[in-house]
């Protein structure tokens, strides 16, 4: 379909535009920072701020991958085509990932390149690929996106509606995070340390701020959220009707 072409093109636009973006003003920012916050400046972040974009249009392929169908109502016709619904689900999961882990991997190499570049030209500090968590941060990216158009496929198949999904995903992905320094104290430092986007975003990190997860136990937080929801999503697959 064409709308999967414009979602791989808008994600990768999002990589290597808003590492651009975010290394060119960067410049100006860390010539004026205090010591203090010199120290904890991260080019390795700066570069991949659109991996928070990414995640959420990957999310939404996986979630339009079935969601869609519901919508059309031709999950009645590859139902019965293949009544084995278990087949029907881990064929799409192969798909979409066939997709989003090449369109993932793309997308923070993209970023890191244009981002590091950038950094460069504005006077700031970058890294290189051979750097310490460069590679990491490249490849865990991929991997996270790749998790997050799971997600959205699991999301997809439990909530069955086109525009409950696309909400969903939108609020979860997005809007959590976002609001999370608003919530109370304690739930605010929860959310910020394990709500799994968040959690799972650390990955393409360098600098480790004490309050939050590293890189790695975050991303294995993400990964635990999704093969949960892919269970549930099984699960609910199996019972319902079409």
Known sequence: MRSTLYVVLATLGAGAGLGTLNGSSAGDEYAVM????????????????????????????????????????????????????????????????????????????????AGQAALDSSGAPYVALGDAGAWRAVLG??????????????????????????????????????????????????????WPPSAGGQIVTGYHDPDLLGPWPGFTVMAGCVAVLLGAAFLTFRRRDA
């Open 34 to 113: 205090s010591a203090a916050d010199r120290l904890t400046f991260d080019p390795l972040a700066t570069s991949l701020k659109g991996v928070i974009l990414a995640q959420l249009t990957l999310a939404l392929l996986g979630g339009l991958a079935i969601a869609s169908e519901y919508g059309s109502r031709t999950i009645v016709s590859t139902l019965t085509a293949v009544p084995r619904r278990g087949r029907v689900l881990l064929a799409k999961a192969i798909v979409v990932l066939a997709i989003a882990l090449p369109t993932g991997l793309l997308t923070t190499l993209g970023g890191f390149l």
């Open 141 to 194: 990216g991929g991997l996270f996106l790749a998790l997050s158009a799971l997600l959205g496929l699991a999301a997809g198949t439990m909530i069955r509606s086109t525009t409950a999904t696309v909400t969903t995903l939108f609020t979860s992905t997005l809007l959590v995070p976002a609001l999370a320094p608003a919530f109370p104290g304690a739930l605010a430092d929860w959310v910020a340390k394990y």
